[in-house]
């Protein structure tokens, strides 16, 4: 079956610090991976992605790669700020992107 | 971005009564709408897929007649929890499809409401 793996929350650190946010992934076929993230309040919005196998996702200088040959996709910030402070879901979806499969999300908070 | 809303934010109801929460694309047009419901620290699990003027596809294992989905209008689409019990207590959040852009990109989540049933 498909299904995405997580790391548990929440994630406590130091503005300025390295960010990982572990994800694996299992699923039939070549899926496309997502990462979302959701502010207080607000809708999950798509903060980036990567469809095919090497590929790297990046934006607001996050970044992840996808490693088939380890089925993950882990999310990598090298410099946090207080303002990323949100929950992380990561996703697959297979086919006509119809179909999603979240991870359980990562609370991160970023203190001053 | 394209912005979907979710109506009410939160709930609370008694036992036994129904809740409807409503879900509007609110500057695109969505063909396709997602519900999905979000335990306490689990991952959100898709429940139907709506489709405008048709009926709804569900997912296996959730019950069509408890969770009634209407996509009347390309940009509201409504979950009915009926006969809501404790156990229906969840996070729901819905998501739109933009037919507009790139597949892989367009869907659009709303905020979520908070139903709590006693």
């Known amino acids: 079956g498909n299904s995405v793996t997580q790391m548990e929350g929440p994630v406590t650190l130091s503005e300025e610090a390295f960010l990982t946010i572990n994800c694996t992934y299992t699923?039939?076929?070549?899926?496309?991976l997502f990462w979302y993230v959701q502010y207080p309040g607000e809708g999950l919005q798509l903060l980036l992605k990567?469809?095919?196998?090497?590929d790297k996702g990046s934006n607001k200088g996050f970044e992840a790669t996808y490693r088939k040959e380890t089925t993950s996709f882990h999310l990598e910030k090298g410099s946090v700020q207080v303002s990323d402070s949100a929950v992380y879901f990561c996703?697959?979806?297979?086919?006509?992107?119809?179909?999603?499969?979240f991870g359980s999300g990562t609370k991160l908070n970023v203190k001053p | 971005g394209a912005v979907v809303s979710q109506h009410p934010s939160w709930v609370i109801c008694k036992s036994g009564t129904s809740v409807k929460i409503e879900c509007r694309s609110l500057?695109?047009?969505?063909?396709?709408m997602f519900w999905y419901r979000q335990f306490p620290k689990q991952s959100l699990m898709l429940m139907a897929t709506?489709?405008?003027?048709?009926?709804?596809?569900?997912e296996q294992g959730v019950e069509k007649d408890k969770f009634l989905i209407n996509h009347a209008s390309l940009t509201l689409s409504t979950l009915t929890v009926t006969s809501a019990h404790p156990e229906d207590s969840s996070f729901y959040i819905c998501?739109?499809?933009?037919?507009?852009?790139?597949?892989?990109?367009?869907?659009?989540f709303g905020p979520g409401t908070r139903l709590t049933v006693l």
């Open positions: 998501s739109a499809r933009d037919p507009g852009g790139d597949p892989s990109d367009t869907q659009y």
């Open positions: 996703a697959l979806s297979r086919n006509n992107f119809n179909k999603f499969y």
């Open positions: 699923a039939t076929g070549y899926p496309s």
């Open positions: 500057d695109f047009q969505a063909t396709t």
């Open positions: 990567a469809t095919k196998a090497d």
């Open positions: 709506s489709n405008e003027g048709s009926k709804a596809t569900y």
